[in-house]
């Protein structure tokens, strides 16, 4: 069965424009319970897009990237309270045994926003995401983004 319900498409020409769909993304309070996978190759925009959405969530500090570690928590003060965050880069992922040891799927059951780089390295173990991002290099250096919707938190995401 095919669980998509809406897909949208965007280019984004620099940073400044990704930086503002997180501001606007940032903005929603479907975020705050949302799993989010992004997709896309090497220097295609995955952790940058991260960044820039912990930032407008209010994250202070360095942001790691967690390639090694495969998770970087973060806890960002929201006028709605504190969110907790989990930024995942599931890259070097190969063991699912690794899912239940590490304690992921606990965290994954957890109140929060869930961000997993490399979903496919985990697709074995990671439920349904609420909002898949798939990002892409065009020719002239943008950014194209296909948005694609999985469950009513992902529609809320982008109505
Ligand atoms: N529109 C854009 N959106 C995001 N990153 C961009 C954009 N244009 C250029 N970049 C650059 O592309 C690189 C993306 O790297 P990164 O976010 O680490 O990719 P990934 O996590 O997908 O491997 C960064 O150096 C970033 O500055
Ligand atoms: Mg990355």
């Given at each position: 069965?095919?669980k998509?319900?809406?897909?949208?498409?965007?280019?984004?020409?620099?940073e400044?424009?990704?930086q503002?769909?997180?501001?606007?993304?940032?903005?929603?309070?479907?975020l705050?319970t949302a799993?989010?996978?992004?997709?896309?190759d090497?220097?295609?925009?995955?952790?940058?897009?991260?960044?820039?959405?912990?930032?407008?969530?209010?994250?202070a500090?360095?942001?790691?990237?967690?390639?090694?570690?495969?998770v970087?928590p973060?806890?960002?003060?929201?006028?709605?309270?504190?969110?907790?965050?989990?930024?995942f880069?599931?890259?070097?992922?190969n063991?699912?045994?690794?899912?239940?040891?590490?304690g992921?799927?606990?965290?994954?059951?957890?109140?929060?926003?869930?961000?997993?780089?490399?979903?496919?390295?985990?697709?074995s173990?990671?439920?349904?995401?609420?909002l898949e991002?798939?990002?892409?290099?065009?020719?002239?250096d943008s950014?194209?983004?296909?948005?694609?919707?999985?469950t009513?938190?992902?529609?809320?995401?982008l109505?």
């Amino acid at each position: 069965m095919d669980k998509t319900r809406i897909v949208k498409t965007l280019r984004w020409q620099d940073e400044t424009q990704t930086q503002a769909f997180a501001q606007a993304l940032a903005a929603r309070p479907a975020l705050r319970t949302a799993t989010l996978e992004l997709q896309g190759d090497l220097g295609a925009g995955k952790t940058t897009l991260v960044r820039h959405l912990l930032r407008a969530l209010g994250v202070a500090g360095r942001i790691k990237s967690p390639t090694y570690a495969v998770v970087e928590p973060h806890q960002a003060q929201t006028p709605d309270g504190l969110l907790n965050i989990w930024h995942f880069d599931f890259y070097r992922f190969n063991d699912p045994r690794e899912w239940e040891d590490a304690g992921f799927r606990d965290l994954f059951a957890s109140p929060g926003l869930k961000i997993s780089e490399w979903p496919e390295q985990a697709r074995s173990v990671l439920p349904v995401p609420d909002l898949e991002i798939r990002l892409s290099v065009a020719e002239d250096d943008s950014r194209m983004a296909t948005l694609t919707a999985r469950t009513p938190c992902g529609e809320a995401l982008l109505a």
